[in-house]
């Protein structure tokens, strides 16, 4: 079993940015993808973006492309969410989850592991 542990949510104001980490462990072999979603108060669950842990192949939901970019560094068995340019509409709680799937990446159900969530916070 893959385990994954946020960290790195704050309360920035518009037009600042943040860094998201996610640290993995156990049955790292069994990532093929990392993703990041995002929930909004009152909203279902959003993808913002996957990467490939092999290739690092990345995919984003387009309201974040040019401002985020995610990463992922295979030695330290870590993923990365770098934010860029918040804007207001980027506050939710964020998730970081893996996969080994390699379809329908914009789907949560694809996603067998989860992180507990981190809050990002954009002030205005």
């Known amino acids: 079993q893959v385990q994954l542990v946020e960290s790195g949510g704050d309360l920035v104001q518009a037009g600042g940015s943040l860094r998201l980490t996610c640290a993995a462990s156990?049955?790292?072999?069994?990532?093929?993808?990392m993703g990041w979603f995002r929930q909004a108060p009152g909203k279902g669950r959003e993808f913002v973006a996957a990467?490939?842990?092999?290739?690092?192949?990345?995919y984003y939901v387009n309201s974040v492309k040019g401002r985020f970019t995610i990463s992922r560094d295979n030695a330290k068995n870590t993923g990365y969410l770098q934010m860029n340019s918040l804007k207001p509409e980027d506050t939710a709680v964020y998730y970081c989850?893996?996969?080994?799937?390699?379809?329908?990446?914009?789907?949560?159900?694809?996603?067998?592991?989860w992180g507990q969530g981190t809050q990002v916070t954009v002030s205005s």
């Open positions: 989850a893996a996969t080994r799937s390699s379809r329908h990446l914009d789907q949560s159900r694809e996603y067998g592991a």
């Open positions: 990467i490939s842990w092999s290739a690092g192949t990345t």
């Open positions: 156990g049955s790292i072999f069994n990532i093929n993808f």
